[in-house]
């Protein structure tokens, strides 16, 4: 069965520092992996989508993701922080087989600090 | 081009009443359907999947129910209501060659 694993409920950076969100996942097939972004509430917004093609995987407002199969990582990374980068943001596993499900991961809060 | 439809978007609801959530989806064909909980600081669970017409599958058990009646119609429904159902429950669609995209949830508070 699919699932993933991230690795930090709260992270903490300053503005214009990097970001790194962890996430591990685990497959029994080639998986579908994605990073979700959800601002207090609001519904969620995809920010970028891993489909077995390119391994680094660019998406929307500057974040981007490597897709590393022997270490079963899909991190979710971004050069310099921004005020409203401040949300929650949760990786997502789909089980390619038949039902297609999404499995998610707990979640990281990412705090933004001045 | 594709939308998903979910309301109302607040609900308050007494404990031991029914309660029935409604989802639609727009501009596609025979779409995966699913039903999601994210309770309060915890990740989204899912709860029900369907891959066609009257077609469902729960993923845990609980007070819940779904149902989907037409193709892009998935329901959402509870014959006595607990304090523990409440949460902000999401609806969303997905096929083989997509992610999922999610409708803007409704918050459910049972007192």
């Known amino acids: 069965a699919q699932s993933v694993t991230q690795l930090d409920s709260h992270v903490s950076v300053s503005e214009g520092t990097p970001v790194l969100l962890r996430c591990n996942y685990s497959?029994?097939?080639?998986?579908?992996l994605f990073w979700y972004v959800q601002h207090p509430n609001k519904g969620l917004q995809l920010l970028l989508k891993?489909?077995?093609?390119?391994?680094l995987v660019k998406g929307i407002n500057g974040f981007e993701a490597e897709f590393k199969k022997s270490e079963t990582s899909f991190h979710l990374t971004k050069p310099s922080a921004h005020m409203s980068d401040a949300a929650e943001y949760f990786c997502?596993?789909?089980?390619?087989?038949?039902?297609?499900?999404?499995?998610f991961g707990t979640g990281t809060r990412l705090k933004v600090l001045a | 081009s594709q939308t998903i439809h979910q309301w109302p978007a607040t609900l308050v609801q007494p404990v031991g009443s029914p309660l029935s959530l409604e989802c639609t989806v727009e501009?596609?064909?025979?779409?995966?359907l699913y039903w999601y909980r994210q309770a309060a600081g915890r990740g989204l669970q899912l709860l029900f999947y369907?891959?066609?017409?009257?077609?469902i599958s729960s993923e845990v058990p609980q007070n819940l129910s779904a149902s989907r009646p037409q193709d892009r119609q998935f329901i959402l429904s509870s014959k006595k209501l607990l304090l523990s159902d409440s949460g902000f429950y999401l609806c969303?669609?997905?096929?083989?060659?997509?992610?999922?995209?999610f409708g803007q949830g409704t918050r459910l508070t049972v007192v």
């Open positions: 969303a669609w997905g096929t083989g060659n997509t992610e999922a995209f």
């Open positions: 501009g596609t064909s025979n779409p995966n």
């Open positions: 997502v596993v789909r089980q390619d087989s038949g039902t297609y499900k999404y499995i």
């Open positions: 891993y489909t077995s093609a390119a391994t």
């Open positions: 369907s891959v066609g017409i009257g077609q």
């Open positions: 497959s029994s097939y080639s998986p579908s």
